[in-house]
């Protein structure tokens, strides 16, 4: 469905979102296949392999502690798009917009999932993002403010 998510993959990023916003990071990791890809920009491009939910959650738990210094309250979809390989595999590209607890915004960033069908449910397989240096650009113009 270009210019948006198809409804399963809306419902599966509303999940998602959500999970974020209760701060749940087994809520969250159940969200993903494993192993997991993850590549991002932080200054230099990595790519790492998580091998399972155990090693995830303490990463997903580092995200929230940085996400409860920046007052992160909720994520907004900007803008989606999805490509459908089949039913079972697709790829979403999302930009998101971070908001605080009083509404401001605080950074957007862009995420490609490749989602792949686990035991019948869509789980995210691999990531490409740039929030690192999104995130460590807020936590610098707070840190400079306070």
């Known amino acids: ?25 087994s809520a969250i990791a159940s969200h993903f296949r494993f192993p997991l890809h993850v590549s991002g920009d932080a200054g230099e491009v990595t790519t790492v392999a998580i091998p399972s939910i155990e090693a995830w959650i303490p990463q997903l738990e580092r995200l929230l502690a940085g996400y409860a210094k920046l007052d992160v309250k909720s994520a907004k979809i900007a803008q989606a798009r999805t490509t459908r390989f089949s039913p079972r595999l697709a790829q979403a590209a999302i ?3 971070l908001t605080s607890s009083s509404g401001g915004a605080i950074y957007d960033f862009d995420a490609t999932y490749t989602l792949a069908a686990t035991d019948g449910a869509l789980k995210i397989a691999a990531i490409a993002h740039n929030e690192q240096l999104r995130a460590r ?3 610098q113009a707070r840190s400079s403010r306070s």
């Not at 993959?9 to 209760?22: G, H, I, M, V």
């Open 95 to 97: 930009h998101w917009a």
């Open 137 to 139: 650009e807020a936590l």
């Open 1 to 25: 469905m270009p210019g948006g998510l198809d409804p399963d993959l809306q419902a599966f990023f509303d999940s998602y979102r959500a999970a974020f916003e209760r701060r749940d990071a």
